[in-house]
């Protein structure tokens, strides 16, 4: 007996003396191989930009925490990068995909992206930042799913289903990038898709998405267009709203809703109608023509086909705003965390500062531009992350062309020059986006979410802050900001890196509309930020310097 003691005592000690061994998370390896090929979604050959043969791409389906490898391989005879949008990235810009914290990867090169979905949940996307090469494919859907010790707010559904909806040009990407490097805007598009596709309607179409009678199923609905607007609506079905950009929402119940470009949303929907087929409908909103991309929705047990009857989309934006107001925040549901979302109170963090955005749009030389606070971005041959790294930033760009109070004025005198914000790290600010235009924008963060707390229309001033939601607004990294309306977002910027603030309208983008937020940690410590990635690009002025000495813990 006092051997067994002695030995289980041994045990007890020696188990206690053992170092917590915890398991990495999980990888998942992709190998994506970028090519051209002939596609006709609008019945028009043009072409396209494929993955592994695919238009839209594959679908990446993930889970929070886990770590993706993806390699991608340039087939194409032109510089080539994807941005993963709404993926946060944290403390690794270097993995953003942009033109301003990435070198493009060459035509018959490849570059392997790595990333880790960090305390994320929600339905994402992905696509090509480089040129004009959205406007060709090569995007696809990228879903986090919630673990499975954290529970979600809704019983699980019988499948899970993507749907990429997008307005398309029948002109090729290149012939609209040729418009734009003129000067000239690139119109207004020839259709919508749904998944790369539109229903004929004449009998012939295979269904998109199958349902089993009395089942409930999840749809992410993502706009992945280049600048239209869409109401996204499914014929005979109501739509429950549970998720948007990573955040668990108050579940109202829709007939339809806007889908704004870059956003996306996650609904439940139960196949409660008659067994038959059923359109789900995406059509453009705040255009002169309404175009209307269709898809077939098909019960597991129906036979008559689609009524043509398609249901009416609502009209005017004051709809659309007031559908904004009635989106919650669900504070008792958990995201990525165990914590309640509603743990987080924002509401009672004092700003630090202020930045207003106002838009504009003009001729410089002739040719059309577009601005925030009368600076109109380019990007340089060496990215600013990059050059900020290799401490050559004042060679690259200058920070802080713009004041914090942007004013129509100064929108107007428009500068075009790599437009770089200095931020500290850590602090809570408040960003105002004025838009003074006749048309609607759609702004889109990295690297975060904010909360969105307030669009209105008319100017903003400081009195306005009374009429901010700061309880339950959505965590988001979109916003639209209507015709002669201001919208207002808080955030703490806490993840170090180089960060871009886009218009998600693609000919705003790329004929400048967009900045950096420089978020740098002046610990320069790896708890805060990771060292350039072993296998990154390098061009520009850096491309044969030596590495800096790396951060440390």
């Known amino acids: 007996m006092a051997r067994l003691t002695f030995t289980l005592l041994l045990c007890l000690l020696l188990v206690a003396a053992m170092p917590t061994v915890r398991g990495e998370d999980p990888y998942f390896f992709f190998t994506w191989n970028v090519t051209y090929g002939t596609i006709s979604p609008l019945g028009v050959p043009q072409q396209g930009i494929l993955i592994n043969g695919q238009f839209p791409g594959p679908n990446i389906n993930s889970t929070t925490n886990n770590n993706l490898v993806i390699n991608v391989f340039n087939n194409l005879d032109e510089p080539f990068l994807l941005h993963w949008s709404g993926i946060q990235h944290r403390k ?85 990038k040729k418009f734009l490097d003129s000067g000239r805007s690139i119109a207004r598009p020839d259709g919508v898709l749904i998944n790369g596709k539109i229903a004929k309607g004449d009998g012939t179409d295979e269904p998109l998405f199958t349902m089993n009678p009395g089942k409930t199923y999840k749809y992410r609905i993502c706009n992945v267009g280049l ?7 499914i014929q ?43 359109y789900m409908v995406a059509s453009s909103r705040f255009t002169k023509n309404i175009l209307v991309g269709k898809g077939i929705v098909r019960y597991t047990n129906g036979k008559a086909p689609a009524s043509p009857e398609i249901p009416e989309a609502p009209r005017g934006w004051a709809w659309s705003l007031n559908q904004f107001r009635t989106f919650r925040w669900n504070l008792t549901a958990n995201a990525a965390r165990p914590n309640p979302q509603g743990s987080y109170h924002y509401g009672s963090i004092n700003i630090t500062r202020t930045i207003k955005i106002v838009n504009s749009a003009t001729n410089v030389d002739g040719k059309l531009r577009y601005a ?38 100064t929108a107007n005198t428009v500068t075009i020059a790599p437009n770089v914000v200095n931020a500290t790290f850590r602090n809570f600010v408040e960003i105002i986006f ?47 900001v209507f015709p002669k309306s201001w919208g207002a977002i808080l955030l703490t910027l806490d993840n170090a890196g180089m960060w871009n603030l886009r218009s998600e309208l693609t000919e705003n983008r790329y004929l400048g509309q967009q900045l950096y937020f420089s978020v740098q940690s002046p610990a320069r410590s790896l708890r805060d930020e990771y060292n350039i990635p072993d296998n990154a690009l390098l061009c520009g002025l850096v491309k044969d310097m030596s590495l800096p000495q790396p951060y440390t813990i």
């Open 227 to 233: 600048k239209t607007s869409l109401n996204f609506r």
């Open 92 to 176: 690794n810009s270097w993995q953003d995909g942009l033109l301003g914290t990435n070198c493009p990867i060459p035509p018959g090169t490849n570059f392997t992206y790595h990333f880790q979905v960090k305390d994320q949940i929600g339905s994402f996307f992905y696509y090509p930042s480089t040129a004009m090469h959205r406007a060709g494919g090569a995007f696809g859907g990228l879903r986090v799913n919630s673990r499975l010790l954290i529970p979600v707010p809704y019983v699980d559904p019988e499948d899970d289903y993507t749907v990429l909806i997008g307005d398309w040009y029948t002109k090729s990407y290149s012939t609209l």
């Open 236 to 278: 005979g079905h109501t739509m429950k709203l549970v998720e948007m950009e990573g955040s668990h929402t108050v579940q109202n119940v829709y007939q339809s809703l806007d889908v704004h470009v870059g956003q996306c949303f996650s609904v439940l929907v139960t196949a409660d109608q008659d067994p038959r087929d059923y």
């Open 372 to 409: 925030i606070n009368g600076v109109s971005h380019i990007d340089p041959e060496t990215p600013l992350k990059l050059a900020e790294y290799f401490e050559v930033a004042d060679k690259v760009f200058k920070y802080d062309t713009i004041s914090d109070e942007g004013s129509a004025k």
């Open 434 to 480: 004025e838009n003074h235009e006749k048309s609607l924008q759609s702004w889109h963060l990295d690297g975060y979410s904010f909360f969105a707390v307030a669009i209105e229309p008319g100017r903003w001033s400081p009195e306005k802050r009374k009429n901010y939601n700061l309880l339950d607004a959505v965590s988001r990294h979109t916003i639209q």
